[in-house]
């Protein structure tokens, strides 16, 4: 029976990473976006964690896992004949079932490895199967989803090194090294996760130290090839040894001393020291928190957990997805209740949880961004996008029409403002007669891209000439929400979530204003 329950949990999420949901623009700007500008000729935007004076993102573990699988692509690509470069929607996809079958394979095996009651293990691989973060950030490509993964397996190494030291072997510290440096370069949070778990490593490497070089030398040699990487990466011009000695690029100390500054962290917005222990973990676990505090099995995964929240917890700009790797720690730590009538009610919370959580963050939540970029993209005469109350949009996804389209994301923008920007921007009106899809063959054209739960538009959206601009909706999504928009002040709970579902989905207006003569 749990069998087959696995198998259609793995289906589920499956199903979820082919839905085109977008749950922060971190997904796409700190890693596909920037290497599908070094591999394919689309244009892209770095964002200023690559453009700063003293960069703190690293390309090293990016190219294993984004760049390896585009470069494949693009030779099956050419190898089938085919004239171009490849469709980034289909780079897009492919990344998407990638981040899945890394997910379904190595996410499951090292809780299998990692969990030695078989009947326990049973439990704890259906739990994270069936939790919604596995369904949704885990098929995304965060470098947080990454990090998950690479915590895992350090977990894994130093279990196989700790418990059969014939097993932990020049190998096992070799591959541990490597993991380790990936980790670090991918993440700077890494090593709060493996702190505690790493010193049950120290009486192994006393005994062996010809082991403990061979993964200093591993490490050592994984650092200089990140090293390189990202100094070649940031260099403008040819790197040389002496670029690499007088002026190498070393991202996690320059990440580390960046998230030191509160003054750095409040520009993306400060929380409570709190906020990580009472408010996220409870988001991403659902009536798993319960029993991690009620009925808690002790293992080193639950310390591995909890010392990587307790460290997160220092720094006030926290995020849910900050805490990924600790949710199949936990999840694999917990015991199910034992009385049956407590245990069926528990797991019909836990079904009820993140079957909502999935469908929100799996399917509606900013869901329509993707599939409007793609849209945009065959719009011959889009010259001008502004993106209105969403997600800053992924342009590589323009498949090069963003050298002709420049995309604004105007964000949080009063209404009366946005108003007087899309006047400086919309191009003339088309007479009557000729307003059908004439205006596709114009050079020229203004397009406002807007969730429709903004229920400021509707006073201008009947063309009827308002404020001299005419908005000409050309497309719809319907499986969109935008939990930016929430204004529970000034609308109420109930009214905003009844226009939040009621109005959901995205749109596009064709905008243009009437011009003398």
Known sequence: MWRRTYLFLVLVRLWFALSPSYLHPDENFQGPEVIAGQIFSYPVRLTWEFTTDHPIRSVFPLWPVYGLPMLLLRWLWIGNGNDGEIPPIAVFWTLRVLMFVISFVLEDWAIHELVQSSRHRR???LLVASSYVTWTYQTHTFSNSIETLVVLWCLVLIERIVASPQRGSALASTVLG??????????????????IPAIRLLPYYWRHPLSLAVLLFAGLCATLL?????????????????????????????????????????????????QH?????????GPAAILLFTQPHRSFRLYSAISGVFVLSIYQHQEARFLLPAVPLILSSVRLPKKESVLRGWVASWIIFNVILGILMGIYHQGGIVPAQVFMSRQPDATQAIWWKTYMPPIWLLN????????????GMEGELLLEELGKLATCDTPADRRNMEFLKEKNGTYLVAPLSVTWLDTYLPNKGLEGLRFREVWRHTQHFSLDDLDFAEGGVWNTLVRLVGRSGLAIWRVTKSCPG
């Open 178 to 195: 490597i993991v380790a440096v990936f980790g670090v370069f991918n993440r700077i949070t890494f090593p709060a996760f493996v702190l």
């Open 400 to 411: 090069g029409k963003n050298e002709v389209l420049r995309t604004t994301d105007v964000m």
């Open 123 to 125: 439990v704890a691989v």
């Open 226 to 274: 990140a090293i390189t990487l990202d100094t070649a990466f940031y260099t403008p011009h040819a790197i040389s040894w002496s670029d690499l000695v007088l002026h190498p690029v070393f991202t996690p100390l320059n990440n580390l001393l960046y998230n030191l500054s509160t003054s750095n962290l409040a520009q993306h917005g400060l929380h409570p020291r709190y």
């Open 277 to 285: 222990l009472l408010v996220n973990l409870p988001q991403l676990l």
